[in-house]
């Protein structure tokens, strides 16, 4: 049983010295965004908690909570080798000092590390579906200039109406909202629907 807690401290402590040293030690938090679609609550509820539980699941499986769990297993294990416990006692002790290693030491560590973490962005092709504020008229071939909230920054870009709302007598006028279908980030341009 000792040969196992010191293989898994020495799996635990090279884990997480080479996630360190190769920037790796991540978790992954997933926060889906929320819809505004015609959800019912008891549906938006049961999402929301099997996303959860895949988010649990998913920071199980990720390389920074294995090794810190067999650092914690091992740990306790070698521990607890003075005591002459029975095996069966001593693997369920090393199980639960992992988990508490994990639950109270690591984890709160991270929480604190990701605070100071800059929220990553969303870029100019998370606009999809989002609204968008024309600045000038659109001309007669249905371009235009609109203006989007990226990442709490304004960004002015060319627009295209689409097709089918082109076909209106009316063209796009300035400060009427439309809604974003489509982002070219090579092109800086985007095509828009209106409202």
Request: proline content about 2%; aromatic content about 6%.
């Amino acid at each position: 049983m000792y040969t196992i807690c010191s293989i898994l401290l020495l799996i635990g402590v090279l884990g997480l010295v080479a996630q360190t040293l190769l920037g790796g030690a991540h978790i992954g938090h997933a926060h889906g965004g929320h819809g505004h679609g015609g959800h019912t609550q008891g549906q938006h509820h049961s999402e929301h908690s099997s996303g959860r539980d895949f988010s649990m699941l998913w920071s199980l499986l990720s390389p920074l909570t294995f090794f810190s769990l067999c650092l914690g297993i091992g740990a306790t294990g070698l521990l607890l080798k003075h005591l002459h416990l029975a095996t069966g006692i001593v693997a369920a002790a090393a199980l639960l000092g992992g988990v508490v290693f994990y639950t109270l030491l690591i984890r709160p560590l991270l929480g604190l590390v990701f605070k100071f973490a800059s929220k990553p962005s969303g870029a100019l092709e998370g606009m999809l579906a989002r609204e968008a504020e024309a600045l000038t008229s659109f001309d007669t071939q249905g371009k235009g200039l609109v203006r989007l909230t990226v990442d709490g920054q304004i960004v002015r870009i060319i627009a295209t109406l689409e097709d089918s709302d082109r076909a209106d007598a009316l063209p796009v006028q300035r400060g009427e909202k439309l809604t974003v279908t489509s982002v070219d980030g090579h092109t800086n341009s985007c095509h828009v629907t209106r409202l």
